[in-house]
């Protein structure tokens, strides 16, 4: 897809212009909207649609904090209930942080039936990324959440501090990884060219990756730095 931000240099008011590569669902579009999803579609057409701009900033990995990440939680929690989908795209260009300082979701071209598990893993792998990166493709390991960050997530979206619930629903969120590298890297079959080819390499590798292990190794070297280096 291709987006603009259009300005009206007389009424200094402004537009977001989507142009679609492929064929969108815009009835769904349409419906998230009604239900308070997304911004107000002014106009469609075969390839793209008009929106009402949206003053915001985008979130940034710098940006996260224990504040921030429950109040994803929260929105994660809102939006299943009231979509009964996942949005299946949540990384941090689609998590904008209004004029206001209220969090919203956006662009949810790759909404779907719901599996809570599957698009709260998704929302961890997309942690690795930087898409305003000129390698872009590139993922790095260490931006992958910590045990801390995940159990903070995962407790509140679930309202419980049951460390066996939690526990047993973190194992689920981790074991749909693979599947979520898997749909990326098909996704990135529709494309020919050089920067995707590279972000297939690169996703691959991922896969040889037990991201249960990687977590636990993570609080140790947590454990290491603080009690031992320092």
């Given at each position: 897809n291709h987006n603009y931000k259009v300005c009206n240099e007389n009424t200094k008011e402004s537009i977001f212009l989507k142009?679609?590569?492929?064929?969108?669902?815009?009835?769904k579009i349409l419906n998230?909207?009604?239900?308070?999803?997304?911004?107000?579609?002014?106009?469609?057409?075969?390839?793209?649609?008009?929106?009402?701009?949206?003053?915001?900033?985008?979130l940034k990995y710098e940006d996260l904090n224990k504040n921030i990440i429950v109040k994803i939680a929260n929105l994660f929690k809102k939006f299943h209930?009231?979509?009964?989908?996942?949005?299946?795209?949540?990384?941090?260009?689609?998590?904008?942080?209004?004029?206001?300082?209220?969090?919203?979701?956006?662009?949810f071209e790759?909404?779907?039936?719901?599996?809570?598990?599957?698009?709260?893993?998704?929302?961890?792998?997309?942690?690795?990324?930087?898409?305003?990166?000129?390698?872009?493709?590139?993922?790095?390991l260490k931006n992958f959440p910590s045990m801390t960050y995940i159990k903070l997530f995962c407790s509140t979206y679930l309202k419980t501090k049951d460390i066996t619930i939690i526990t047993n629903f973190i194992k689920k969120v981790l074991n749909e990884i693979p599947n979520v590298?898997?749909?990326?890297?098909?996704?990135?079959n529709n494309y020919n060219s050089i920067d995707y080819n590279l972000y297939k390499f690169y996703r691959k590798?991922?896969?040889d990756i037990n991201f249960n292990e990687?977590?636990?190794?993570?609080?140790i070297?947590?454990?290491?730095?603080?009690?031992?280096?320092?």
């Open positions: 142009i679609y590569n492929h064929k969108k669902n815009i009835k998230l909207y009604k239900l308070g999803y997304g911004s107000k579609i002014l106009y469609t057409f075969e390839n793209g649609r008009i929106e009402k701009w949206i003053e915001h900033k985008v209930n009231d979509t009964n989908m996942s949005h299946n795209d949540l990384n941090f260009n689609n998590i904008i942080i209004k004029e206001n300082g209220e969090l919203t979701f956006i662009d790759y909404s779907g039936s719901l599996n809570i598990y599957y698009d709260i893993a998704n929302f961890f792998c997309e942690w690795m990324y930087d898409y305003k990166s000129d390698e872009w493709y590139k993922y790095n590298h898997k749909f990326w890297i098909n996704w990135a590798k991922l896969l990687l977590v636990k190794e993570k609080i070297y947590i454990y290491i730095y603080i009690y031992i280096i320092k």
